[in-house]
């Protein structure tokens, strides 16, 4: 039979390891929403070429140019030459951009985050 007087809350260690992990997440989401933020903006900068007149018509090196200036202007700024793949075949442009952000945490661990999106720019 148990007795309801010794009956306690939790002990300071288990408070101190509720407040570890508590700083963990916190730490994982000031760290990492920018980049999910800034994620967001490239796949809004690729869906925006679907609205533009005439977009299968130009070349490999203007659409870059239209996707390299949208990114700044949606504040990324570290997207390499690299990262955007441009391929015209046809009426159809395929643009790809792929790339990886690591992210420094805390003493020797960092976090490496990968993302691909892909859109088809068919002729309107």
Same mark, same amino acid.
């Given at each position: 039979m148990m007795n309801k007087h010794r009956q306690g809350g939790m002990t300071g260690t288990?408070?101190? @390891?509720?407040?570890?992990?508590?700083?963990?997440f916190s730490m994982l989401v000031i760290k990492l929403a920018p980049v999910y933020m800034e994620h967001y903006s490239v796949k809004t900068v690729l869906e925006s070429l679907k609205e533009e007149p005439l977009i299968t018509q130009k070349?490999?090196?203007?659409?870059?140019?239209?996707i390299?200036?949208?990114l700044k202007v949606n504040g990324v700024y570290d997207m390499s030459n690299d990262a955007i793949?441009?391929?015209?075949?046809g009426g159809v442009t395929h643009v790809d951009v792929s790339y990886q952000v690591t992210k420094h945490m805390?003493?020797? @661990?960092?976090?490496l985050l990968t993302f691909s999106d892909n859109i088809q720019l068919v002729a309107n």
């Open positions: 288990g408070w101190l @390891v509720v407040l570890a992990l508590i700083g963990f070349s490999v090196g203007e659409i870059r140019t239209m390299q200036r949208r793949k441009i391929k015209q075949e805390a003493g020797n @661990v960092d976090v």
